[in-house]
């Protein structure tokens, strides 16, 4: 008996229990296998039995219940018979029809409690062919220990959770139930046959009021509510349950304190407090019924009722209204709150469930802002809460100091955690007066007030002393959110934070109020009593359970204040993690614990890089590099302008990680060394440095703040400079950080492995398109260069390398590079032509006309639709032809109503219909100039409101674990990083180098999946391939970004249209929605389709106002030819001496000038020296 | 909520489980993390030493017992003490039924009885009785407070 070696849950089922067999007996099924092969083990005594099988097909179930009882007398033998032998589920089901008829016989009874049901129990659900049996059985047998199953069985039958209506139990998977069939030449019984008549039986016991039947009614009751899932059977519970407490919850019933449960009172009252008891736990099994005052009411009954477990789930239930209506539950509680009131009973109560929901209770009524105006009920239920925190049972106590501490199972709120802090170190528990210890002023004395803040100290530091690892991790817990409301309350700056002052001081204040004088001699301050504390959990990390250890770095995150150093922190962290013990779910739970750190208080990015980056070096093979690049976005952006380069820093730092050292284990808690000493981590390590060297690529431009959109140089000057060493040189003192991201990145480009290698190809490309000049120009350089295999040879004797082989064609990037090569050519080339095409213009005094323009737009576009592939920019404002482009694309898109964002693919564009709709496609003025240039690339990238926490799946993470949600199941393979769900670099790979081919061929056309007009346009993209789908980015959040920027995108047209001082009178031309559009060749119209060159300054940009307009303006100053002047090229125009001309604008000391009469060269306009003529 | 009872022998094979509110597909999941947690950590731990874990806003108590590993799962009000609360229940209950640390054997042969147990301890996912008397008491149908 005593000899469990080889005993499996297949010995069960073979064993007689009178007996124990021989250990060996029926061990061919090893126990591994028992429960994950069902059917197999019993195959052979099935067919052992085929003469009754065979007999029982041809019956239905009333037949065998009918004919059983011979049946019966052969079945009960069975077991005896062969005692060595397995039982299989078949013959337990007919043993139990089998004996349920013969029910009566004491044999039967015996056979039934000792062999049949506990072997049935073994198996993991209850099949509904049963029923009938056990309906039988509940109606016929007296027997206790055999009804009880009934009840057990009946109530497995009835919840419809499972696959099959099935609820699996452990043990032994059932049979499929055709196993049954046999028994039943019907076809079986299904659940729907059963069930109504099970119900109905249950309801019916449920209802009976004899007393000697009452404890059969609570099985009953049970039983039933079990299939509450039903809505028929719930209102029928809820009649049942309200009926038993309609008869018993009203009699007045005295509580005997201190003798709960115990054996005593008269009949009647015990079995109406039995009756309470099923009632009120049914009743607790329901769902609530907010809002009902007799739901209410029968709740608050239980509360004093003699049953502790009644009591405690009318807690509970009371508790939980009480948060959706705390006004309507303190009103019904009543005096039951007041000293000697049932609550107060609660706290002697030994039931310690009970007293936690207590506290819950005090909770949700002392900080209820619907009782603002009854102060006396809110003081009554916080000294209840208060007295809480002195309850012997940890449990107790701990959930009264996260009830102080403003904790909520539903959304944190910051001012109830900042409120809950300052509780806690300002307020004093005020022990209530015991009518016993009035008189004794000794008594008295010993219960002095007691600060909470001390008094929590107390207790938490005493918890972490104790041995129990639940008590441990609970009191850790207990600090972790004591740190979350610290942050709250400093992030919300609440007045008085000082913890440097004497808590000492704050209880004198209340005693004094008492009429009391206390002095304890030694100064207590808040920091100092955190400092104890926070020793006391420091010690704990050296506990041997990880889950303990991670609660407790947990704590210790949350309680690091940003002005304290984290050094001591950071190395406990990186000693930590050198444990192999720790699993990737509890890392990735402590980087996300940094995110909600970070949240809380945004001044601490840099300190939680710092502390991320002992993961990204120490394990990079257990964390989620989904996560981790969260938090290096989240702190990004939280770092605020001046923090920017310290954050994208400390990313960078991961990529001047040196390679991983394999065996090396010197220096086992420096945070500076990588640990992958298996080829598993350093693959993981590899994939981290993907994700950085991509993370820069894709955010840089938002750390420097460098956009080529917003780009104040020219594109000439950057041309001028192409000595690549000035370039440099000025890149880098002009912005820092971009520059810095550069020089990382093109390091990683050539001596990292190759598929780090490409991905600092793309990160360069995007950075090159985002950025202006002379950024672009010196990528595009090293671009080229690097295509060409000429830097390799340049770098190559500084030597580094990860020792991989580069391959003999240099980097091996070649055929990557061609096509980001080829977007930058072509932006270069388009510009080149426009600045062209403006000269020309300016010097043939032309006007441009709409084909030239459509050309010039149709090109944009282009451009655009190809950038779009590489990366993402914001439609609206990029300009791959130079911000030159700027004006000639708006006049564009002004005259043919093109929305910035949605371009010419705009169906309204394209059939034209734009063209007739005015006013009511003019985007609204949204004051432009006072959007904050940095504010609006967040915005226009997705970083501002909802576009950081878009839907990758880290953010869901995130977000998950900021809401305290997440109950789904751990995934336990967590060491088998392909298991992981992120996707991995390999897919992304084979997708990123397809489609850059798809866009090598898509170059010329316009349409295809980069159009951004389309939601799921820009995922296809390639970097949105890691942006989108995978890695956070600034620039990740494309869809949604398209779908709500709209307000930017205007903002951005609109101050583009803005320097063109005629826009008004464009907007008035078009305002009458009514009028009759205009024919597109009227004169009126054609006056604004040829216009001068709007470049050509302030005055004569003014492109749609006439010229007449232009004349009476005032802008156009006039001058007198003081000498003869030859014409010395195209441009330029002839003059003779006090000839009068109107001066257009000044450039470079010259002056564009318009004659009034054209010359004898037929020239009217054209450049001469300033010197020549004098304005007048 | 009380998120699961598990029972396992020392192998890890299951003898007995009751998830409550778990959706049938995380179950799974469930059973061979708290399986493995138990491989991982049981060894050597004594009878009733209680080890704790957590995996997001779940907590996870588990203990030994003679020959078989108990597993409490919980979350919400079912914290790590209130589930070291609860496992007690349950280890006191097995305990009398078996009359000692139960080894395989014993706990197979108690197997309905303690089924019966573990019902009247955990009730639709919340714990209901733990007094010991009363859970004998109502395992043979008798009324929870006799007179």
């Known amino acids: 008996m005593a000899d469990s070696s080889g005993t499996t849950l297949m010995d069960l089922i073979s064993s007689d229990p009178t007996s124990a067999p021989p250990p060996s007996s029926t061990s061919t099924q090893s126990s591994t296998a028992s429960h994950q092969r069902p059917a197999s083990p019993f195959s052979k005594p099935v067919t052992a039995t085929t003469t009754t099988d065979r007999k029982s097909k041809r019956s239905t179930l009333m037949q065998i219940q009918s004919d059983a009882v011979s049946a019966a007398r052969a079945a009960v033998r069975i077991p005896h018979k062969h005692k060595k032998k397995p039982v299989s589920y078949t013959q337990l089901a007919r043993s139990i029809h089998e004996l349920a008829a013969s029910s009566d016989q004491k044999k039967s009874q015996r056979q039934l409690v000792h062999h049949v049901f506990p072997k049935l129990a073994v198996y993991n659900s209850v099949d509904p062919s049963l029923a009938p049996s056990l309906l039988m059985l509940g109606q016929q047998c007296e027997d206790r220990t055999i009804l009880r199953y009934v009840y057990y069985y009946l109530a497995r039958i009835l919840p419809d959770t499972g696959a099959q209506g099935l609820t699996p139990g452990g043990g032994i998977p059932t049979p499929n139930w055709d196993a049954l069939a046999d028994i039943d030449a019907v076809g079986g019984v299904t659940r729907a046959d059963v069930v109504p008549r099970i119900l109905d039986r249950l309801s019916t016991e449920a209802t009976n009021s004899d007393p000697e039947f009452h404890a059969r009614r609570l099985q009953a009751l049970k039983a039933l509510t079990y299939a509450s899932d039903s809505p028929e059977i719930l209102q029928k519970l809820y009649e049942i349950v309200f009926g038993i407490l309609d008869k018993v919850a009203d009699t007045p019933d005295k509580r005997k304190k201190g003798i709960f449960g115990a054996k005593g009172g008269d009949k009647e009252s015990i079995i109406r407090s039995n009756l309470q008891y099923g009632a009120i736990s049914a009743l607790r099994r329901l769902p609530l019924d907010p809002g009902n005052p007799i739901f209410l009411h029968r709740a608050v009954q239980g509360v004093s009722f003699s049953d502790p477990v009644a009591v405690r789930h009318s807690l509970e239930i009371v508790s939980v209204l009480a948060t959706k209506d705390p006004y309507a539950v303190a009103m019904a509680l009543g005096k039951l709150a007041q000293p000697g009131g049932a609550l107060q009973d609660v706290l002697h109560l030994h039931d310690v469930l009970a007293r936690v929901a207590l506290a819950r209770l005090c909770h949700a009524i002392s900080r209820a802002k619907s009782l603002d105006e009854r102060p006396d009920i809110k003081a009554q239920f916080t000294s209840l809460l208060y007295q809480l925190l002195l309850d012997p049972s940890d449990r107790v106590c701990f959930e009264a100091i996260l009830c102080v501490l403003g904790k909520s199972d539903a959304a944190d709120r910051t001012e109830e955690r900042a409120l809950g802090w300052y509780r806690l170190t300002r307020e004093v528990l005020k022990a209530p007066e015991a009518p016993s210890v009035k008189d004794k002023d000794k008594s008295s004395k010993a219960r002095r007030p007691q600060l909470l803040i001390k008094l929590v100290m107390r207790r938490l530091e005493s918890s972490f002393r104790s041995f129990s690892r639940p008590v441990l991790h609970a009191a850790a817990r207990v600090v972790q959110e004591m740190g979350k409301s610290r942050a709250a309350a400093f992030s919300l700056g609440v007045h008085e934070i000082d913890e440097g002052g004497d808590v000492n001081t704050f209880s004198e204040n209340n005693e004094q109020e008492d009429g009391k004088s206390q002095h304890e001699g030694n100064k207590d301050t808040v920091a100092s009593l955190l400092a104890s504390l926070m020793e006391v959990v420091r010690t704990t990390v050296a506990c041997e359970c990880v889950y303990v250890r991670a609660m407790v770095i947990k704590a210790l995150i949350w309680m690091q204040s940003p002005q304290e150093t984290f050094a001591e922190l950071e190395s406990m962290i990186a000693s930590e993690l050198s444990d192999p013990a720790w699993s990737a779910a509890l890392l990735n739970d402590i980087l996300l614990t940094l995110h909600a750190r970070f949240k809380a208080t945004p001044d601490m990015a840099v300190t939680l890089l710092e502390i991320a980056r002992v993961f990204a070096t120490k394990v990079p093979g257990k964390i989620d590099a989904d996560v981790l690049q969260l938090l290096w976005k989240t702190c990004l952006v939280g770092a605020g302008p001046d923090g920017k380069h310290t954050a994208l820093e400390a990313v960078t730092i991961v990529l001047d990680l040196p390679p991983p050292q394999p065996g090396s284990m010197s220096g086992l808690t420096s945070i500076d060394r990588v640990f992958a000493t298996d080829p598993k981590s350093a693959l993981a390590l590899q994939r981290l440095v993907q994700a950085a060297v991509w993370f820069l690529g894709e955010n840089a431009n938002y750390a420097a703040s460098e956009y080529a959109w917003e780009s104040a140089t020219p594109p000439g000057t950057a041309l001028m400079m192409l000595d690549a060493d000035k370039m440099v040189a000025a890149a880098s003192s002009r912005n820092p950080t971009l520059a810095n991201a550069l020089t990382r990145l093109q390091r990683c480009a050539f001596i990292g492995s190759w598929e780090v290698r490409i991905i600092a190809a793309q990160a360069l490309t995007t950075m090159a398109i985002r950025s202006g000049e002379p950024y672009r120009i010196q990528i595009y350089e090293f671009l080229h260069a690097l295509a060409q295999g000429g830097v390799q040879s340049q770098f190559s004797d500084m030597h580094i390398s990860n020792g991989e082989d580069q391959g003999a064609s240099g980097t091996g990037l070649g055929s990557l590079l061609s096509p980001m090569l080829k977007v930058l050519d072509d932006m270069y080339s388009a510009q080149d032509d426009l600045i062209k095409d403006m000269r020309n213009h300016d010097n043939a005094q032309k006007e441009w006309t709409d084909d030239e323009l459509k050309k010039l737009y149709e090109t944009h576009e282009r451009l655009l639709d190809l950038v779009s592939l590489f990366c993402y920019v914001p439609r609206s404002k990029y300009l791959p032809l130079g911000p030159t482009s700027a004006k000639l694309i708006d006049i564009y898109r002004n005259r043919h109503n093109i929305t910035a964002s949605s371009g010419m693919r705009d169906p309204a564009v394209a059939t034209g219909i734009s063209e007739l709709i005015y006013e009511a496609t003019k985007p609204a003025p949204v004051e432009p100039d006072n959007l904050d240039d940095d504010l609006v690339n967040a915005w226009a990238t997705g970083l501002a409101d909802d576009g950081l926490w878009n839907n990758a799946p880290a953010m869901n993470r995130v977000n998950e674990f900021l809401a305290g949600a997440g109950t789904d199941a751990p995934d336990v393979d967590d060491e088998n990083i392909t298991s992981r769900p992120s996707m991995s670099y390999e897919d992304m790979w084979a997708k990123t180098l397809l489609e850059t081919a798809e866009a090598d061929d898509d170059d010329g056309r316009s349409s295809g999946s980069s159009s951004p007009d389309s939601v799921g346009s820009v995922e296809t993209s390639i970097s949105s391939h890691f942006g989108g789908m995978n890695y956070p980015s600034l620039f990740s959040s494309k869809p949604s970004t398209y779908g709500s920027s709209q307000p930017v995108e205007k903002s951005g047209t609109s101050r583009h249209r803005k320097p063109s001082g005629g826009s008004n009178s464009y907007e008035g031309y078009g305002s009458p929605i009514t009028e009759e559009p205009p024919p597109y060749s009227s004169p009126v119209h054609q006056r604004y389709e040829s216009f001068e060159n709007p470049l050509a300054g302030q005055g004569s940009s003014s492109f749609d106002s006439h010229e007449e307009e232009r004349s009476s303006s005032g802008n156009v100053q006039s001058g007198t030819a003081l000498y003869d002047f030859t014409a010395g090229g195209d441009d330029e125009l002839n003059l003779t001496a006090g000839e009068e001309v109107e001066i257009e604008y000044e450039v470079d000391g010259w002056f564009y000038v318009k004659k009034k009469r054209a010359g004898r060269d037929g020239k009217l306009a054209g450049l001469v020296p300033v010197l020549y003529v004098s304005q007048s | ?147």
């Not at chain 2, 395989?104 to 733990?130: A, H, M, P, Q, S």
């Not at chain 2, 009363?134 to 006799?146: C, D, G, H, S």
């Open chain 2, 1 to 147: 909520m009380l998120l699961a009872v598990l029972i396992t022998n020392s192998e890890g094979n299951i003898l007995v489980e009751r998830f409550n509110g778990v959706p049938g597909e995380e179950r799974l999941h469930w059973r061979s993390f708290l399986v493995k947690l138990g491989a991982d950590n049981l060894k050597g731990v004594k009878n009733e030493e209680l080890c704790v874990a957590s995996h997001k806003s779940v907590y996870i108590v588990y203990t030994v017992l003679g020959h078989v590993n108990i597993y409490l799962v919980g979350k919400d009000e079912y914290d790590e003490l209130a589930l070291s609360e609860a496992i007690f229940v349950v280890t006191s209950a097995i305990k009398d039924v078996c009359g000692k640390p139960p080894t395989e054997r014993l706990f197979l042969d108690k197997y309905g009885r303690i089924c019966l147990c573990l019902d009247e301890i955990v009730w639709k996912g919340l714990l209901e009785n733990t007094d010991k008397d009363r859970i004998k008491r109502l395992v043979r149908l008798k009324p929870p407070t006799e007179f």
